[in-house]
């Protein structure tokens, strides 16, 4: 007998951490690959993936949520909904955020910061990874997709709180909407990746180099 075979679901995206903060990552989930938009989550499964790939929510939360999305697909949603909205704010504030002229950038993006968080409920705590490093977590009383952007919001006032827009960059790739933030010392980093957008840009120069020839 002809089995018809069971559709799976496309794998998303594999999501890059080069932002060197968790909200400079989370913005980047918006990304372009080969001169194509992607988004990293344009599911809610999607979207747990990348919490996890984060290590914002671990394996045994991941699966509570899968399952929550099955039984309360309204919420899943909305839940997917919100963390695309605050994504774009986000996305603003790390491009404009350190203009002197760009006040309501800013502005908007604390707005919406303290939204979130004036409604989140539940317990913070540290967690201890697996290789022993320590890290911040937010678990939501009740709603189970409650609270799941909060470590990314919180990660953005960190990032506000010490001051740290004027180090945060796009890449110098004009067709790259990658953004991050410049910790070295000399303050010169252009490129999200050197192996991506610096080598092809490197490759893009030599190739635009005049030709030398011999006068024999």
């Avoid at 990552?25 to 790939?53: C, E, H, K, M, P």
């Avoid at 010169?188 to 957008?197: D, H, Q, S």
Wanted: proline share 6%; with cysteine; hydrophobic share 40%.
């Amino acid at each position: 007998m002809y089995l018809r075979p069971v559709p799976t679901r496309s794998p998303a995206p594999a999501p890059v951490f080069i932002g060197g903060r968790l909200w400079l990552d989370f913005v980047n989930t918006d990304d372009a690959r080969l001169g194509q938009r992607v988004d990293v989550i344009a599911s809610l499964s999607a979207y747990v993936d990348w919490l996890v790939a984060a290590s914002v929510v671990d394996a045994e939360r991941a699966a509570v949520l899968r399952r929550r999305a099955v039984e309360q697909p309204s919420g899943a949603s909305a839940a997917l909904v919100e963390a695309q909205r605050i994504r774009n704010v986000l996305r603003d504030l790390a491009l404009r955020g350190r203009d002197p002229r760009a006040a309501l950038a800013r502005e908007q993006a604390v707005e919406e910061i303290n939204r979130v968080l004036g409604r989140s409920v539940g317990t913070r705590r540290v967690e201890v990874a697996a290789d022993g490093a320590y890290a911040r977590s937010f678990v939501p009383v009740g709603d189970a997709f409650g609270g799941l952007v909060i470590p990314v919001v919180e990660s953005a006032v960190d990032s506000l709180v010490r001051g740290e827009l004027n180090r945060i960059h796009r890449c110098a790739d004009p067709r790259c909407p990658r953004v991050f933030a410049d910790d070295t010392k000399s303050k010169t980093r252009r490129w999200c990746e050197m192996k991506t957008c610096g080598n092809r840009a490197k490759a893009r120069k030599h190739r635009q180099r005049p030709s030398r020839t011999d006068d024999g």
